[in-house]
């Protein structure tokens, strides 16, 4: 079975600097989806930024881009010029590319604090 | 274009009571899920269905929890009887089977407290 780690319960940065949420993940699976999802205090989930394993360049969703080490199970999220609104729950999640495998497996989640 | 679609927002009951969850997922959307959302266990799937057909339920607790997909744009999620250790937020997300990621996208959730 997957899991998915993430090391930091939480983190903190000043606004408008760059931070760093780790994650890693383990599988025996060469092709599947990576995710980070944001859940502010309204608890919505809200989709960040996502990884294809077969593509070798990182994702980037503007201030958000993700350093994606295949060869080491890792799938870190920076976040560049942080703002008061990037507080929140940040999930890592994984997805097989198996046919019929939908389901998502999430790690705890780093909260992140932003100070003004 | 509406997002996923779940009510009611907030549940207070009481122990014994019956519990259902509703969700809608996005129009045109073949797969939906549901989670829970606890402190001590995070974010865990209690079950899927693909063209309103359930695949995987080994996430769903105990016989008290059970869940439908009666159309593609209707799920319920029921608990019956309620405990106290079900409060939690309850999330429907749903998705596209086409090929690709295969993104989820969530509802607002439904919080419940079980007195």
């Known amino acids: 079975a997957q899991t998915v780690t993430q090391s930091q319960p939480e983190m903190s940065v000043q606004e408008a600097e760059t931070v760093t949420l780790s994650c890693t993940y383990d599988?025996?699976?060469?092709?599947?989806?990576l995710f980070w999802y944001k859940q502010p205090p309204s608890r919505q989930m809200i989709l960040v930024i996502r990884q294809e394993a077969y593509k070798q360049q990182n994702a980037t969703e503007n201030r958000f881009s993700v350093n994606f080490q295949k060869a080491a199970k890792s799938f870190s999220l920076k976040i560049s010029d942080s703002q008061l609104g990037d507080a929140a729950m940040y999930f890592c999640?994984?997805?097989?590319?198996?046919?019929?495998?939908?389901?998502?497996?999430f790690g705890k989640g780093t909260k992140l604090s932003v100070i003004p | 274009d509406a997002g996923v679609i779940q009510s009611p927002r907030h549940e207070v009951t009481e122990m014994g009571q019956e519990v259902t969850l509703r969700c809608k997922p996005i129009s045109g959307h073949n797969s939906l899920f549901w989670y829970r959302q606890t402190m001590m266990r995070g974010l865990e799937l209690l079950i899927y269905f693909n063209n309103n057909v359930p695949i995987d339920d080994s996430g769903m607790p105990e016989d008290r929890f059970s869940a439908k997909m009666p159309n593609a744009s209707f799920s319920t999620l029921k608990i019956q009887p309620s405990e106290p250790r079900d409060s939690a937020v309850y999330f429907c997300a749903s998705s596209t089977l086409a090929g690709g990621p295969g993104t989820q996208y969530f509802g607002p959730g439904t919080r419940l407290l079980v007195l």
């Open positions: 599988t025996s699976e060469s092709d599947y989806y």
């Open positions: 999640a994984y997805r097989s590319a198996r046919a019929g495998s939908y389901q998502l497996t």
